[in-house]
């Protein structure tokens, strides 16, 4: 059997970079099974290839991918190139992400229209991409589009505006193109709390908020690369989105957890 190919959006750092890994070296969360894979990057080129030697150094395949996802025509232009060096594509990980705060106060117009171009349209040019690899000889194989979300999705608050907004219809994508291609791609998504430091947060605030959940434990990255694993091999997993964030959704918190802690409002213990 062919050792099966995939395309990581986002793939040079943080939580890209360790799916990546976990795909493509021994000893991955799903077992024996590795991938051949496509790293995409933007501007992280030093990371992109300290990755690419890291993984080659443990006999693992992978390829670099340069390019701007807020322009459409380098965004086909990525998939393209990646999908020509692997011959297919079995799994896409649409993991880039436009990430920065704003409030509908500021009359985020164009804030909006910038994180709409990365987190929904590179994901549908991507999604079109793998449906169009439906010929004759292939329509038997299994392909996966894994659309990377939010957990907040499932209990709304109103920061991050425009960011919140372009996820809202990624999972509107996620769930319309399940029905649209009948498989070929499957298409899922997973939406995971706060799992790496990120913004102007330090590392106190970082440990408190991640913190903010039932189980009162962080959210790993291992977790999301398991649950990346776990889709692909659940051949029946179509338009399913999987929450990773220890049951923090169903706390209905009326503030991001970040800004919760900031304010005092959590001290990160429940």
Same mark, same amino acid.
């Given at each position: ?97 436009? #990430? ?53 999705? /499932?209990?709304?608050? =109103?920061? /991050? ?19 649209? #291609? ?23 605030? /970082? ?13 790993? =990255? ?31 918190? =009326?503030?991001?957890?970040? /800004? ?11």
């Amino acid at each position: 059997r062919a050792m099966p190919s995939a395309l990581i959006t986002g793939g040079a750092k943080r939580l890209g970079a360790e799916i990546a890994r976990d795909l493509t070296l021994s000893g991955g969360s799903g077992g024996a099974e590795r991938f051949r894979v496509a790293v995409h990057y933007r501007g992280s080129r030093a990371e992109a290839e300290a990755l690419a030697a890291e993984i080659a150094s443990d006999g693992g395949e992978i390829a670099l991918f340069q390019g701007d996802l807020s322009d459409p025509a380098q965004a086909r232009a990525v998939v393209e190139a990646a999908s020509e060096w692997a011959g297919r594509l079995d799994l896409c990980v649409n993991n880039a992400s436009q #990430f920065v705060n704003d409030s509908l106060l500021e009359q985020p117009n164009e804030a909006s229209l910038e994180h709409m171009a990365v987190n929904l349209v590179a994901p549908e040019i991507m999604v079109q991409h793998m449906a169009g690899q439906r010929t004759a000889q292939q329509t038997g194989r299994d392909s996966l589009v894994i659309n990377m979300l939010d957990n907040k999705l /499932f209990a709304l608050n =109103p920061d /991050f505006h425009s960011y919140t907004l372009s996820k809202m219809a990624l999972k509107s994508m996620t769930e319309m193109a399940a029905m649209q #291609f009948n498989g070929r791609p499957r298409v899922c998504g997973i939406a995971p709390s706060i799992t790496l430091i990120s913004g102007k947060q330090n590392q106190e605030n /970082f440990e408190k908020s991640s913190r903010i959940n039932p189980l009162e434990r962080r959210v790993l =990255p291992q977790d999301i690369c398991a649950a990346v694993r776990y889709l692909w091999h659940a051949k029946s997993s179509n338009g399913q989105i999987i929450t990773i964030d220890g049951g923090q959704s169903l706390m209905r918190l =009326p503030r991001d957890v970040a /800004f919760l802690v900031k304010d005092g409002a959590v001290d990160g213990t429940l």
